[in-house]
């Protein structure tokens, strides 16, 4: 059963926030997939798709970086869980129309809780990436839309955003 809208687990009794207790749920397959932007000149795009950067490859950068980000979520949002996750998909597909690069994370877990909070750091950093190795030709980029797309697994079951 779905949990009721509004309610807040990661506060005690007393409004401390906490580590939600996971010790009683059980193991089940997890996934969640996340999206962001990088909205930027098309000039800038040109260089992105080349590899003419003056830092390197800006897109397999951002990858790795999604990738080593998703696996330090825990370390970096405070209330979160470590968790062994199974498989992190990183996806950067430069875009002419936005123009920009559009990411994408899919993260994967057999565990007691999910892994959105990864998913969602994944494409954040590698969105920050983005931005970080092409910053020198242009500061005006945008950071746009980070959120979850879908999650499947655990007690809430699926969830799907709306288009």
């Known amino acids: 059963m779905p949990r009721r809208a509004g309610k807040l687990t990661h506060l005690s009794a007393g409004g401390e926030a906490r580590m939600v207790d996971v010790s009683a749920k059980t193991v089940t397959e997890r996934e969640a997939l996340a999206e962001g932007r990088v909205v930027m000149l098309p000039q800038t795009l ?3 798709r080349k590899g003419d950067a003056k830092k390197g ?9 999604g990738i080593l980000a998703a696996k330090r979520t825990h370390e970096l949002i405070p209330l979160c869980h470590p968790l062994p996750i199974s498989t992190i998909e990183v996806d950067l ?3 002419a129309k936005l123009p920009g690069v559009r990411v994408t994370a899919r993260v994967k877990v057999a ?3 999910g892994v959105e909070m990864e998913a969602l750091t994944a494409v954040s950093v590698a969105c920050l ?27 809430s ?6 288009e």
């Open 129 to 155: 990436t983005v931005y970080d190795m092409v910053k020198a030709v242009e500061r005006g980029m945008r950071i746009e839309g980070i959120r979850l797309v879908e999650k499947r697994g655990g007690r």
């Open 93 to 95: 597909v430069p875009d």
């Open 57 to 65: 490859d800006v897109l397999g950068a951002a990858r790795l970086a």
């Open 46 to 48: 040109a260089i992105v």
């Open 157 to 162: 079951g699926h969830y799907r955003a709306k």
């Open 111 to 113: 565990g007691k809780t």
